[in-house]
């Protein structure tokens, strides 16, 4: 009797860590970082001061500590129920306290040709 009962325990505590799903089960979609879209990869121009980055931005996930000129936004999304994963990254550089570049996997949406943008900088 003992030892049906341990089987018994032990099947049902094996059950438990299996990773079968239930059909029908909902899965919420788990988001994570700081969201990047398009229109905020649109406002981003170079010269911008930390505080105008941060306001379009929002607060970087990462600010290196060894380098404070570096700021990474990081931003997954996986949806369970759709079997879909979404993975966006931008990463700021700042010179001087001006946005010098950023690295992004989303382009924007209209660039401006080079001489324009010099014409722009100098402007400034």
């Known amino acids: 009797m ?11 505590s094996l ?8 059909p029908g089960v909902y899965r919420l979609a ?7 879209t398009q229109e905020m990869v649109d406002q981003l ?14 607060t970087p996930l990462v600010r290196d500590t060894f380098n404070p000129d570096r700021w ?3 931003y997954t999304l ?8 979404e993975h966006h990254q931008l ?4 010179q001087d306290g001006k946005l010098s ?4 996997d989303i382009k924007p949406s209209a660039e401006k040709p080079a001489e324009s943008a010099a014409a722009e900088q100098e402007a400034k």
Do not use: P
Request: proline content about 0%.
């Open 72 to 74: 990474d936004y990081i």
């Open 45 to 58: 121009e170079i010269g911008m001061t930390r505080s105008q980055v941060e306001y379009v931005m929002g």
């Open 78 to 85: 996986n949806d369970r129920n759709n079997d879909k994963q």
């Open 91 to 94: 990463t700021v550089f700042f």
């Open 15 to 22: 059950a438990a860590c299996s990773s079968l799903e239930f």
């Open 2 to 12: 003992y030892r049906q009962l341990a089987t018994a325990c032990l099947v049902l």
């Open 30 to 36: 788990i988001d994570q970082g700081n969201i990047i």
């Open 101 to 104: 570049e950023f690295r992004t």
